[in-house]
Nanobody
Framework: QVQLVESGGGLVQAGGSLRLSCTAPGRTFSTYNMDWFRQAPGKEREFVAAITWNGGNIRYADSVKGRFTISRDNARNTVYLQMNSLKPEDTAVYYC??????????????????WGKGTLVTVSS
């Protein structure tokens, strides 16, 4: 069992920035691909960004391209999501997830193997 813990959420004004972090206490995920998803009230969970185990390949949802940056520090066992130019429509609970997989990046929630409990991001207009 892998426990993922997200942090860094909060309330920010439109145009502002936040950096989310995700770590796995007591367990390394440095050899696996990692993803960020989000879920807004009344909506399905949606893909945000993904990064391969070595950081060599990255994918983003079209809605966040150019504003969000996913990165990882395997020495710290942490994956990050830098969110800039935030918009009210970015308001959601943000989840990190791990794919027990080192191949092509996956973007479907059903393909993820473990999840964190999420961190709330609220963007005010």
């Amino acid at each position: 069992q892998v426990q993922l813990v997200e942090s860094g959420g909060g309330l920010v004004q439109a145009g502002g920035s936040l950096r989310l972090s995700c770590t796995a206490p007591g367990r390394t995920f440095s050899t696996y691909n990692m993803d960020w998803f989000r879920q807004a009230p009344g909506k399905e969970r949606e893909f945000v960004a993904a990064i391969t185990w070595n950081g060599g390949n990255i994918r983003y949802a079209d809605s966040v391209k150019g504003r969000f940056t996913i990165s990882r520090d395997n020495a710290r066992n942490t994956v990050y999501l830098q969110m800039n130019s935030l918009k009210p429509e970015d308001t959601a609970v943000y989840y990190c997830a791990v794919e027990l997989w080192r191949g092509v990046l996956r973007t479907r929630a059903a393909d993820m193997d473990y999840w964190g409990k999420g961190t709330l991001v609220t963007v005010s207009s």
